[in-house]
């Protein structure tokens, strides 16, 4: 009678060899700083030229039963997207080139340096990516007058938060994109519309009933909610299933990324 082999034990990620990645990483980046803070500038710029050009004739918009100027709202869904940039930037394209075409991770699995580690190694090296450009864009609206609450002392641990769960989502579209031909339609598809659509640049509440719970579903949406009501004060129990939210998806999304780029480097 045959006996059924045992499933393959896999090595836990370890916490100090994930360093090792991100200490290359940053070793990587020494040379090349002005690629490392170009995604910063991106929502910097949305900001003065949307909140500031075409607020002045938008006016203020619904929020929380009141109205807020239109700058102030729009700041915190740039916010939003800057962590997004550090998230796509790091856990997404350079990822993809790195196991698809430059080979990096099959030459980094023959040292202790497992798979697991990989993952979240790049996990780690996008949040920190993450969490400069949102502490930057934080400086940005303390100097126009965009934070209006001492709530926003809690923005920046809410950016890591919220850079962890796209870090993590991030890594498993690296996991499953293998042609570059795909990187635009990702982008086209996936994080463009993330971008446009989650309530960063209006309120949900403008969606047709149809449309709204799906926008609701998405990452960025509970980001920029977050970061809304930590710099305007409307803190409430909302604010806390965001929070919640962002947490669990990197806990689910970290798992799902593990097991990918696990497949596809032992395939």
Same mark, same amino acid.
């Given at each position: 009678?045959?006996?059924?082999?045992?499933?393959?034990?896999?090595?836990?990620?370890?916490?100090?060899?994930?360093?090792?990645?991100?200490?290359?990483?940053?070793?990587?980046?020494?040379?090349?700083?002005?690629?490392?803070?170009?995604?910063?500038?991106?929502?910097?710029?949305?900001?003065? =030229?949307?909140?500031?050009?075409?607020?002045?004739?938008?006016?203020?918009?619904?929020?929380?039963?009141?109205?807020?100027?239109?700058?102030?709202?729009?700041?915190?869904?740039?916010?939003?997207?800057?962590?997004?940039?550090?998230?796509? /930037?790091?856990?997404?394209?350079?990822? /993809?080139?790195?196991?698809?075409?430059?080979?990096?991770?099959?030459?980094?699995?023959?040292?202790?340096?497992?798979?697991?580690?990989?993952?979240?190694?790049?996990?780690?090296?996008?949040?920190?990516?993450?969490?400069?450009?949102?502490?930057?864009?934080?400086?940005?609206?303390?100097?126009?007058?965009?934070?209006?609450?001492?709530?926003?002392?809690?923005?920046?641990? =809410?950016?890591?938060?919220?850079?962890? =769960?796209?870090? =993590?989502?991030?890594?498993?579209?690296?996991?499953?994109?293998?042609?570059?031909?795909?990187?635009?339609?990702?982008?086209?598809?996936?994080?463009?519309?993330?971008?446009?659509?989650?309530?960063?640049?209006?309120?949900?509440?403008?969606?047709?009933?149809?449309?709204?719970?799906?926008?609701?579903?998405?990452?960025?949406?509970?980001?920029?909610?977050?970061?809304?009501?930590?710099?305007?004060?409307?803190?409430?129990?909302?604010?806390?299933?965001?929070?919640?939210?962002?947490?669990?998806?990197?806990?689910?999304?970290?798992?799902?990324?593990?097991?990918?780029?696990?497949?596809?480097?032992?395939?």
């Amino acid at each position: 009678m045959a006996t059924m082999s045992p499933a393959p034990v896999y090595p836990r990620p370890s916490y100090q060899r994930a360093v090792k990645l991100v200490r290359r990483n940053a070793l990587a980046y020494k040379h090349y700083w002005i690629a490392f803070i170009s995604g910063f500038f991106e929502p910097v710029f949305y900001l003065l =030229a949307v909140g500031f050009g075409v607020g002045q004739y938008v006016g203020g918009v619904p929020y929380a039963g009141g109205t807020l100027e239109y700058a102030s709202f729009l700041a915190p869904g740039m916010l939003a997207a800057s962590t997004l940039n550090g998230a796509v /930037f790091d856990g997404f394209f350079s990822p /993809f080139f790195k196991l698809n075409w430059l080979k990096t991770y099959d030459g980094i699995i023959t040292t202790p340096v497992n798979i697991p580690d990989i993952a979240i190694g790049e996990m780690m090296w996008a949040l920190i990516r993450s969490t400069i450009y949102g502490a930057g864009f934080l400086i940005v609206m303390l100097a126009f007058g965009l934070v209006h609450s001492p709530w926003a002392l809690l923005a920046l641990p =809410a950016v890591m938060v919220s850079g962890g =769960a796209l870090s =993590a989502g991030a890594m498993i579209l690296t996991g499953i994109t293998k042609e570059i031909s795909s990187l635009e339609k990702v982008m086209t598809l996936i994080v463009f519309p993330l971008f446009l659509f989650s309530g960063t640049f209006f309120p949900v509440s403008q969606y047709p009933d149809l449309l709204r719970p799906i926008v609701q579903a998405t990452p960025l949406f509970h980001s920029s909610s977050l970061l809304r009501a930590l710099t305007t004060g409307e803190v409430g129990t909302q604010t806390l299933w965001h929070v919640v939210y962002l947490v669990a998806m990197f806990v689910v999304a970290s798992a799902i990324a593990i097991r990918l780029i696990r497949r596809r480097l032992v395939s």
